[in-house]
């Protein structure tokens, strides 16, 4: 598939990219090619594109080879997949994104080759969120530099090397990890950055389970995971109250 990206694939005799873009995905044939087409838009840079995937029955993996992106087999889990994404990466920095979500078209301005700053991640809308004041809200608010407010919809992008010197995901955890690394950075590095940009999302779940209900179950995990609720209780809350 042609692009106006310098794409690189890992094992290539290619120049070593300056950014990996990692994508974690479990039947996700529905929104991946629509993502990869918008990564591959963006302005002329280096970066690769790592498809981590936990199992797909689907077309998923076809699709991601169809749009030049290289394919990692992982056991299932975001924490994970994400970590094995990271572990075949070649990228100065790393570039973490859902499959559902799509990059604004100039993303790579904020990461140019040679910049070392603190770990970041990008605004947040919602496709269609004019239908819902409550999305508008929500999305409103990832503005704000609170922790609260940082979940891996939002995409991000950090070093290797300080990904590594913190020792990466959880990898045996299931939930809220974007948001247990975005701590672990901000702390190792005394800052993180929200840029003044916006991704956009699929509201898929809010959607299948009502906008309301759904981010009252996500306050709740949220309080229970930041008064040390154990992983455990947290999967079986989410599987009981959310599908």
């Not at 996700?28 to 629509?34: K, L």
């Not at 990008?122 to 819902?132: H, I, V, Y």
């Not at 609170?146 to 990898?171: C, E, K, N, S």
Request: hydrophobic letters at 40%; aromatic letters at 12%; charged letters at 15%.
């Amino acid at each position: 598939m042609s692009s106006t990206a310098n794409v690189s694939v890992p094992g290539s005799q290619q120049k070593q990219p300056w950014c990996s873009v990692i994508i974690p995905t479990l039947n996700e044939a529905r929104f991946i090619g629509r993502t990869l087409t918008r990564l591959l838009a963006s302005p002329p840079s280096s970066f690769e594109i790592i498809i981590a995937d936990g199992g797909s029955t689907d077309d998923t993996v076809a699709i991601a080879r169809g749009h030049g992106a290289h394919i990692v087999r992982s056991y299932r889990g975001r924490a994970a997949q994400l970590n094995a994404g990271a572990a075949a990466a070649r990228g100065d920095s790393l570039l973490f994104l859902h499959a559902d979500t799509l990059l604004p078209p100039d993303f790579a301005r904020f990461f140019p080759p040679g910049y070392h700053g603190p770990a970041a991640c990008f605004q947040l809308r919602f496709t269609n969120q004019r239908q819902s004041a409550l999305l508008r809200f929500y999305s409103y608010c990832t503005r704000f530099d609170f922790d609260a407010f940082r979940f891996g919809d939002q995409g991000l992008w950090v070093l290797q090397r300080d990904f590594a010197a913190v020792g990466g995901y959880p990898t045996n955890w299931q939930l809220l990890e974007d948001n247990y690394l975005v701590r672990k950075l901000r702390a190792y590095r005394g800052a993180f950055r929200v840029l003044p940009v916006a991704v956009e999302t699929s509201p898929r779940k809010y959607l299948r389970n009502g906008v309301a209900y759904t981010q009252l179950v996500y306050t709740l995990l949220y309080t229970m995971y930041r008064t040390g609720a154990s992983q455990q209780l947290l999967q079986k809350t989410y599987a009981r109250l959310l599908h």
